[in-house]
C-alpha cells in the first residue's frame, strides 16, 4: 500500500442481529501420532486449540487446502467432519487434540482419510534461530489457507504513476514460517458462508469483487494499453454528481471506479478468491475463540481495515477484522472491543461501527493530518454518531513515534476498556509501525510490540487477532511473533 512515506508539503452498518444464524456440521476429529518421545516440546503442541470454557459451541466445520508443507513443519490431519444427525441443534463441539510431544529430530506423520487437509504444526522451538523469533515461547493456533497468496495486485498506481507494490504474497509466506519456527499449529481455515460478510459488506461491492476482474479480462484492455488489472479511473463522487442521482454505468472501466475510492488497490484473477478466504480464515479464528480458545489469530491477506461497507481502497478489499467481530457476536458476545494497532487509521472499520454501540473501535496511527492516509479521517474528535456516540477512539500519533509514545498511546486506549467493559476483544494487527517500514514514518521497535502484547493479553479477554500491514519483510515475522507469544498457553 503506498501512503506517502514522505509526505508531501500542504497535505493534510448493518446490526449483527441481521445476520443470518449459522448452522455447520459437527467435526470430530481425531489425531494418530507416530514418533512418540518423552523429550520435552514446544507447550503448544502440549495444548488443545480450545479451553473448557467456550464462548459458545457452534463448531468449525469443512476442509481447507494447502500446496506445500514448510520444510520445518509436521503435519496432523484431522478426520472428516461428521455431519450433525438430523433434528439436531446448533450447539455442538469440535475438539481438536494436539499431538503428544515428539523431538525436533523425529516427524509426525499425517494420517486420516484421503483429501483431508491438514494441520501443521512447527517443530520444537529449540530448533528456531534468534533471527526468526523475538523470545522462545508457545503462540496461540494460527489459522491459515493458501489461498491467500494467489492475490497479485503486480504493483499500484500512486499520483498517475504505476509503482511497485508492497502488499506481496510473501508477506503472508513469510508470516506463515515465523510462526511455525515460533512453534506454532496451523490450522486450517474453513469455508463459510456470507451471512458475516452481508452483516459489514453491501452486496453490490461482494458481486462487483467477484465478477469484475473477469468481466475486464473479457475487454480490450491488455491489447490496447497493457493493463491486465482492473484500475479505475473516474469515480461517482459526490462533488461529480452533485446531488443528480447516478446511472448505472455500462463500460467495464467506469464500473472499475463505482465500488472503489483509489486507484492503488487493482483487482486481478486471484484477488477475490484470496480476499473470501481471508474472510474464511477471520472467521475461523473467531469459531475457534468462541468454542474456549483464549486467543486464536487469523493471518489474513490482503489485509482489511480500510475496505467500509461500500468501498474499497487501501490495498483492503473485504473487512476481515469487522467480521471477525460481526462473528463473536453472532455467536452470543454482547459487546466488542476492536483495538486498531496499524500504523494507519482504519477508515473502513471505523466507518462499519459508526454508529454502533456494540463494537468499541480504538485505534493509533499516525496522523493522517501530517500527510498520511487515509487523509480525510482519523482525529482524535471522532467519536461516533447516533447510539455510537463514544464506541470510537482514535489517538493519532506525529511521525517519529517510537516505543514510548506509542505504548502510551495503547495505553491510553485500552483505558477506555474499562469503562465499556466488552466481553471479547479484536485486534486489527497492523504492525507497519516497526521502525524502517516502507509505509509508515513511526519507529516502534520488536521491543515495544511485545510489550502491546502483554498490555493487550493482559486484558484476560477472550481475542482474534487479524492480521492488517506490515511491509518490512525482515521485520514482519518477528514483529508479528512478539506480540503473539504475550497470547500462547502458558504465556504471562
Not at 467506469?254 to 484470496?274: E, F, I, Q
Not at 481495515?305 to 468501498?311: C, K, M, Q, S
Not at 477512539?393 to 517519529?400: H, I, M
Not at 485486534?427 to 524502517?436: E, K, P
Amino acid at each position: 500500500m503506498t501512503t506517502s512515506s514522505t509526505p508531501m508539503v500542504g497535505s493534510s452498518s448493518t446490526s449483527s442481529s441481521q445476520a443470518a444464524s449459522r448452522t455447520r456440521p459437527t467435526c470430530i476429529v481425531e489425531v494418530r501420532k507416530t514418533g512418540v518421545s518423552a523429550v520435552p516440546h514446544s507447550r503448544i503442541d502440549r495444548n488443545p486449540v480450545h479451553s473448557p470454557a467456550p464462548l459458545r459451541t457452534a463448531p468449525p466445520a469443512g476442509t481447507g487446502e494447502r500446496n506445500m508443507l514448510p520444510p520445518t513443519s509436521s503435519t496432523v490431519t484431522p478426520v472428516r467432519a461428521t455431519p450433525r444427525p438430523a433434528g439436531g441443534g446448533s450447539s455442538s463441539r469440535q475438539t481438536v487434540v494436539c499431538p503428544t510431544p515428539t523431538p525436533g529430530t523425529s516427524t509426525t506423520d499425517a494420517v486420516g482419510p484421503d483429501g483431508n487437509s491438514p494441520i501443521l504444526t512447527g517443530r520444537s522451538a529449540a530448533r528456531g534461530t534468534r533471527d526468526s523469533m523475538h523470545h522462545m515461547a508457545p503462540l496461540p493456533p494460527v489459522v491459515w489457507s493458501d489461498d491467500v497468496l494467489g492475490h497479485e495486485p503486480n504493483g499500484e498506481v500512486w499520483v498517475g504513476v504505476m509503482t511497485p507494490g508492497t502488499e506481496v504474497p510473501e508477506r503472508a509466506t513469510v508470516l506463515r514460517d515465523a510462526c511455525l519456527a515460533a512453534g506454532a499449529t496451523l490450522v486450517p481455515a474453513v469455508p463459510h458462508d456470507d451471512s458475516m460478510l452481508h452483516a459489514v459488506h453491501d452486496p453490490g461491492l461482494l458481486s462487483h469483487l467477484e465478477t469484475i476482474a473477469d468481466e475486464w479480462a473479457r475487454g480490450e484492455y491488455e491489447r490496447l494499453v497493457g493493463q491486465d488489472r482492473v484500475v479505475p479511473y473516474v469515480f461517482p463522487t459526490e462533488g461529480m454528481l452533485d446531488g443528480v442521482p447516478a446511472m448505472a454505468p455500462t463500460a467495464t472501466h467506469a464500473k472499475a471506479g463505482l465500488w472503489c475510492y483509489d486507484t492503488m488497490t487493482l483487482v486481478g484473477p486471484g484477488t477475490w478468491p484470496a480476499a473470501r478466504s481471508a474472510v474464511d480464515v477471520a472467521e475461523t479464528a473467531a469459531d475457534l475463540v468462541l468454542d474456549g480458545a483464549p486467543a486464536a489469530y487469523a493471518l489474513t491477506r490482503p489485509p482489511g481495515h480500510h475496505a467500509t461497507r461500500r468501498a474499497f481502497g487501501g490495498s483492503c478489499y473485504l473487512n476481515n477484522a469487522a467480521v471477525a467481530a460481526e462473528a463473536l457476536l453472532a455467536g452470543g458476545v454482547a459487546k466488542v472491543a476492536l483495538v486498531d494497532v496499524d500504523a494507519h487509521h482504519g477508515n473502513g472499520t471505523q466507518a462499519v461501527f459508526w454508529e454502533r454501540p456494540d463494537v468499541l473501535y480504538a485505534s493509533l496511527h499516525v496522523d493522517p493530518a501530517a500527510g498520511w492516509f487515509p487523509h480525510f479521517v482519523g482525529s482524535a474528535d471522532e467519536r461516533g454518531a447516533a447510539a455510537g456516540v463514544g464506541a470510537t477512539v482514535n489517538a493519532p500519533l506525529a511521525p517519529g513515534t517510537g516505543d514510548t509514545g506509542w505504548l502510551a498511546a495503547l495505553d491510553g486506549l485500552l483505558g477506555h476498556l474499562t469503562t465499556y467493559r466488552p466481553e471479547a476483544l479484536v485486534v486489527s494487527l497492523g504492525v507497519d509501525a516497526a521502525g524502517g517500514d516502507p509505509e509508515s514514518p513511526l519507529d516502534v521497535t520488536t521491543d515495544g510490540f511485545a510489550a502491546a502484547g502483554a498490555r493487550l493479553a493482559a486484558l484476560g479477554l477472550p481475542t482474534v487477532l487479524v492480521h492488517e500491514g506490515g511491509y518490512a519483510l525482515d521485520r514482519l515475522g518477528v514483529d508479528t511473533v512478539a506480540v503473539l507469544q504475550a497470547f500462547g498457553p502458558g504465556a504471562g
